[in-house]
């Protein structure tokens, strides 16, 4: 056993107390689930708390998992003492590093910090900084540690939140404008960006209700999807297609209310996206009960619905806002539902459609936000003394 400085594949600059081969050993191990495991029924579960996270009792702080990559690396923030986020990797072993982006904010107090949201198979990973006037920055860390930082061109309001990264280095997400109007962005590897907006969507303002536009996962050949909102705010799913054109789809059943906040897709809410061009998210229906549905790559839909999900306004399987649904390439989903007590759990949906539960030992409240190609699953739960920790489901 060894301690040793240095640069790994993960980006980490240190590793601590390191078994020889034992990294290796548990990625070949990783790689070895295979495709097929992500259906498995049988898991472990490992509960982990990054350091430096606080832990008091009735802080609502802690650790935020939110993105695994297919080495089984995860990538999150937790909150210190002082409420402050910080940037952290987890290497499949039980390492950390943590990190904070260049100008982001540390004062205690503040409620700022650095907060990952994405990372690809090569390690980079995308996010969001806040300065000291609290206002959001993307950042991207790659594989070496070395941050580079942006803002879209002309944001205004709260600033810039990436949302996803492809393998070559794309990232998508949205951004405000100075009357905090939302537009989808994409910032091309070269640094440039491309902004834009779903046919007749709202320009209003969150001020006066509309959420607008909101890029949140990129395919192969630099396809995005993502939502956005219509003027009568009602929400609708899209598609831009390399060469800037958008398609906009309804999932058969999505509400249409007026007013309501109804339809495909919802608020904050990342979809899922894999290389057979398939697409994973929720919907609300006329009674403003959610739903989770697949759009295959020929345009067809399948909805289902979590057992155990509530069948009540602001119930079921995804939520109103801010709810990610994390698909890979052999079609596992995972996320969130809601039950008639309004606790939500955890899900992952195999790609034959069987459906399991995710609540770690303990849990009040269960947050999936990834899965990988190897059916390993990160997010993080609350126990009852109201304290977040970060979780890894291992297919057995």
Not at 16 to 24: E, K, N, P, W, Y
Not at 379 to 385: C, E, L, Q
């Amino acid at each position: 056993m060894s301690e040793r400085v240095m640069l790994n594949r993960f980006g980490f600059t240190r590793f601590i107390s390191v078994v020889a081969g034992g990294t290796l050993g548990l990625l070949i191990g990783l790689c070895a689930w295979g495709l097929g495991s992500a259906s498995a029924q049988e898991s472990k579960t490992i509960v982990f708390d990054a350091p430096g996270a606080d832990v008091t009792a009735g802080d609502f702080n802690g650790t935020y998992a939110g993105a695994i990559n297919a080495r089984g690396v995860i990538t999150g923030a937790y909150q210190d003492a002082g409420g402050t986020y910080h940037g952290f990797l987890r290497s499949p072993s039980g390492e950390f590093a943590t990190f904070d982006a260049p100008g982001a904010d540390l004062t205690p107090g503040d409620y700022n910090g650095t907060f990952p949201s994405a990372m690809n198979d090569l390690g980079v990973i995308t996010g969001v900084y806040w300065d000291v006037n609290g206002f959001s920055h993307g950042f991207l860390r790659d594989q070496e540690g070395r941050f580079t930082s942006f803002d879209v061109s002309g944001v205004g309001g709260y600033g810039s939140t990436p949302k996803a990264i492809d393998i070559e280095g794309a990232v998508v997400g949205y951004d405000l404008d100075s009357n905090y109007v939302f537009y989808a962005f994409v910032r091309n590897p070269d640094g440039s960006f491309k902004t834009f907006a779903g046919p007749g969507a709202c320009t209003t303002g969150t001020p006066n209700g509309c959420y607008g536009n909101e890029a949140t996962a990129i395919g192969i050949r630099g396809t995005i999807a993502g939502n956005y909102m219509d003027s009568n705010f009602v929400s609708h799913g899209m598609l831009r297609h390399p060469d800037g054109t958008i398609t906009k789809f309804d999932v058969p059943g999505a509400g249409t209310l007026p007013g309501s906040y109804q339809g495909t897709g919802c608020p904050g809410c990342s979809s899922g996206f894999n290389l057979r061009g398939e697409i994973a998210a929720t919907y609300t229906d006329g009674n403003n009960v959610h739903h989770g549905f697949v759009r295959s790559a020929r345009g067809g839909f399948t909805t289902f619905d979590a057992p155990g999900a509530g069948s009540g306004a602001y119930q079921g399987t995804g939520c109103f806002s801010d709810c990610p649904v994390s698909l890979n390439n052999a079609g596992a989903i995972t996320g969130q539902y809601i039950d008639a007590n309004l606790v939500q759990h955890g899900y992952l949906r195999s790609a034959e459609g069987r459906i399991t539960s995710i609540d770690p030992q303990g849990s009040f409240y269960t947050f999936s936000s990834g899965i990988n190609d190897s059916g390993a699953i990160t997010g993080y739960y609350r126990d009852v003394n109201n304290v977040y920790h970060g979780f890894l489901r291992i297919p057995d």
